[in-house]
């Protein structure tokens, strides 16, 4: 079992930027990769950031050179968007599976 907590979300305007934090704890060991995954209101949940063990990384196009996700497992985002309003969740990678997920943090980018 993992246990994932985020922390740092909240209220930004736009252009601004905010940085999102997991804690991971239990059996770390097995974590192949992390993630952070964000679903805004009606829909789909979307895989924004992800990172290997080994340290290599993916955006999706529409974060790609605003958003770096680290080995510590924070997602910096700068230049924030009013489209980037959505509940980030951060996840875990095990056995090819995103099989963990926290409870999710509310990241609102408006004026």
């Known amino acids: 079992q993992v246990q994932l907590v985020e922390s740092g979300g909240g209220l930004v305007q736009p252009g601004g930027s905010l940085r999102l934090s997991c804690a991971a704890s239990?059996?770390?060991?097995?974590?192949?990769?992390m993630g952070w995954y964000r679903q805004a209101p009606g829909k789909q949940r979307e895989l924004v950031a992800s990172?290997?063990r080994g340290g290599s990384t993916a955006y999706a196009d529409s974060v790609k050179g605003r958003f770096t996700i680290s080995r510590e497992v924070y997602l910096q985002m700068n230049s924030l968007k009013p489209e980037d309003t959505a509940v980030y969740y951060c996840?875990?990678?095990?056995?090819?599976?995103?099989?963990?997920w926290g409870q999710g943090t509310q990241v609102t980018v408006s004026s």
């Open positions: 239990g059996s770390i060991f097995s974590i192949n990769a």
């Open positions: 990172i290997t």
């Open positions: 996840t875990a990678l095990v056995v090819n599976q995103w099989r963990y």
